[in-house]
């Protein structure tokens, strides 16, 4: 799909795939990008004070029917997850004013920044600092792998950090949103179906984990002498393997030694948990087992474990009413839920929100063998003009 080759080219990961994070110079090509085609097609372009990028058909306005969804990526990304909401976006526009159709109601396509927490460490972060679902003050404090923080990203990419924070007058001018995606997983291409609606989102969230212990030579410190906290990580990410039963989900996606020498005992290790479930009693259940299991195996190595919480999000239901509109729009199109968390989870709070998902025929998604079909595609772009239409009429 035009668009998404425009794009191929823009944040490739020297590990495979790519990694586009907010904030970063390969942030500011992505936005200049949109900018460029949404003023190529009249849109108004316009930067909120979190970041996020709206581009308006027609004058900005409360009860706006809104899509889009990110351009940011996870580390190694690929090339479909954000991108494809954003292009089709675009291009159910263009299908729309081909139908010589005129909303009645303010349309607006926006880009969420940092949705994948690549960079910052927290998910959604253009849009729970939009809706206030992420404290300011906090966020300003995060800080990337390299020790910069937000605030100081945010000022080197030309906006102001003090201005982070919900934004009461851009939250009420979104009357609907809808977000497409490529699908995380195999249930449309066991359904058979290139398009589908989102039902549900998983109750998820991130802890960190740091295992302190003692620093020593690899080869002058006797076995039965160490305070390894590489051991005590280790069992932890066993302990999650074998915690997430049933429906469930636990996952160890980054584990950092300090100082990271082949020759040295670490002296701390810090491990990022990725924990979901249907709904939040079971998540918290899941974490607090995996936590009990830390604090053994640092106890077990004479070593120190301190766990913090860094993101939460509940279970949601998509708005029942929308979710059904959509799929009687699009002649009874599937129904199904995502493990994956979304924009339009965060915004689900606020306002009526629904997803469309695209098929993707590998049902990988957060790595380079991400796909969906250049004819899917299509079909997806042409089912959001369709409920584009049917909702800002």
């Known amino acids: 799909m035009t668009g998404l080759a425009d794009l191929a080219g823009v944040g490739v990961d020297r590990r495979g795939g790519f990694a586009r994070h907010g904030f970063s110079g390969v942030d500011l090509e992505l936005r200049r990008w949109f900018a460029e085609e949404a003023e190529r097609r009249g849109l108004d372009v316009e930067t909120d004070r979190n970041g996020n990028t709206w581009a308006w058909w027609g004058p900005p306005g409360e009860s706006a029917v809104v899509t889009g969804s990110h351009l940011d990526s996870v580390p190694g990304g690929g090339a479909f997850d954000g991108p494809l909401g954003v292009v089709a976006a675009l291009r159910a526009i263009d ?4 139908r010589g159709f005129t909303p009645g109601r303010p349309l607006a396509v926006v880009v969420f920044v940092e949705e994948e927490g690549g960079r910052f460490g927290s998910a959604c972060l253009g849009s729970r600092l939009l809706t206030g679902a992420l404290d300011a003050d906090a966020a300003r404090r995060l ?12 000022r080197t990419s030309g906006f102001d950090p003090a201005r982070l924070g919900r934004d009461g007058g851009a939250l009420r001018r979104i009357g609907v949103f809808v977000e497409l995606h490529v699908e995380q997983g195999r249930g449309l291409v066991d359904l058979g179906a290139p398009v589908g609606v989102a039902s549900s989102i998983l109750a998820h969230g991130r802890w960190r984990f740091r295992f302190t212990g003692e620093g020593n030579h690899a080869g002058a410190t006797m076995m ?5 906290p590489m051991v005590a990580a280790a069992a932890t990410v066993l302990a999650a393997r074998r915690a997430a039963v049933d429906d469930t989900r636990a996952t160890v996606g980054r584990l950092v030694p300090t100082p990271g020498g082949t020759n040295v005992i670490p002296s701390s290790v810090d491990l990022w948990l990725d924990a979901r479930a249907h709904d939040t009693p079971r998540t918290r259940d899941l974490v607090a087992t995996i936590t009990e ?35 009687d729009t699009l ?15 965060v915004l689900a709070a606020h306002a009526p ?25 299509a079909e997806g772009a042409r089912a959001l003009a369709d409920v584009l239409a049917e909702l800002a009429q």
């Open 331 to 345: 002649g009874g199109v599937p129904v199904l839920p995502t493990g994956a968390g979304h924009d339009a989870g």
């Open 353 to 377: 929100t629904a997803m469309l998902f695209v098929r993707n025929p590998t049902g990988v998604s957060h790595a380079p063998e991400e796909f969906a079909e250049e004819a899917d595609c």
């Open 95 to 98: 299908l729309l004013r081909g």
């Open 224 to 228: 039965g002498d160490r305070r390894d």
């Open 143 to 154: 800080t990337d792998p390299g020790g910069v923080s937000l605030a100081e990203a945010v």
């Open 293 to 327: 299991a830390a604090c053994r195996a640092a106890a077990d190595e004479g070593c120190a474990v301190g766990i913090t919480e860094e993101s939460y999000g509940d279970p949601v239901t998509f708005d029942v009413g929308l979710r059904d509109r959509l799929v």
